[in-house]
């Protein structure tokens, strides 16, 4: 199993809606997670980053940690064309401090 | 003025031929990584490196080797290139000082292109 699941998409909304990006991670010990954005042909952005349970917001951008569930989920709220871009989920295990795994991606279409 | 820079951003190159691609870095931190990238399977981590005298293989070593010349340079070799090595190769830095909550962001720079035919 790999470290880290992403939901498979692509995720296709209409503007101003909420998107909901879903990831879950098999590895308990697992301590940070992060959020990355990238357009297509672009290097990742780190959008989010969360490592405590609940929610964290910053703008548009909600994250949610779930470590009894073990899962981790972006929410973006009044979706905009220009949120189209691939979403990868990553974390960072407590074992290898500072080496991150990725998921494979969900792609994300906000159509006007 | 990009923190993170990547030469070249393009290649094309013949299967068996050598290849080097570098990673330089101006943000002065002291963790480097190779990841590449393929269509529907996000970043795949290649080698990373703490610092200029620690070096380690990733989940996807093979086929390729790397060199810290400097804190602030990273270099990722293809002894041999063969096709399935055609990818998107990204470099990123991160700073072992983290931030808040130990969270370790990581800068990528803008890319790779390599193609061999």
């Known amino acids: 199993q790999k470290e880290v699941e992403q939901n498979s998409g692509p995720l296709s909304v209409p503007e101003g809606a909420i998107a909901s990006l879903n990831c879950t991670y098999s590895d308990r010990v697992s301590q940070s997670f992060f959020w990355y954005r990238q357009y297509s042909g672009k290097s990742p952005e780190l959008i989010m980053s969360?490592?405590?349970?609940g929610d964290k917001e910053d703008g548009r951008f909600t994250a949610q940690l779930n470590k009894a569930s073990q899962y981790v989920s972006l929410l973006i709220r009044d979706s905009q064309p220009s949120d189209s871009a691939t979403y990868l989920c990553?974390?960072?295990?407590?074992?290898?401090?500072?080496?991150?795994?990725f998921g494979r991606g969900t792609q994300l279409t906000v159509w006007p | 003025d990009a923190d993170v820079t990547q030469t070249p951003r393009n290649r094309i190159t013949k299967t068996g031929k050598r290849i080097m691609l570098e990673c330089s870095q101006t943000?002065?931190?002291?963790?480097m990584y190779w990841y590449r990238q393929d269509p529907g399977l996000g970043l795949r981590l290649i080698y990373y490196s703490f610092d200029v005298k620690d070096i380690n293989k990733g989940e996807i070593s093979d086929g390729y080797s790397v060199s810290r010349q400097a804190q602030a340079k990273f270099s990722l070799s293809l002894e041999s290139a063969i096709p399935n090595q055609t990818a998107l190769y990204f470099c990123a830095t991160s700073d072992s000082r983290g931030g808040e909550g130990g969270l370790l962001q990581q800068y990528f720079g803008p890319g790779t292109r390599l193609t061999v035919t």
């Open positions: 969360i490592y405590s349970n």
């Open positions: 990553a974390l960072a295990r407590g074992s290898t401090l500072g080496r991150l795994y």
């Open positions: 943000k002065g931190h002291d963790r």
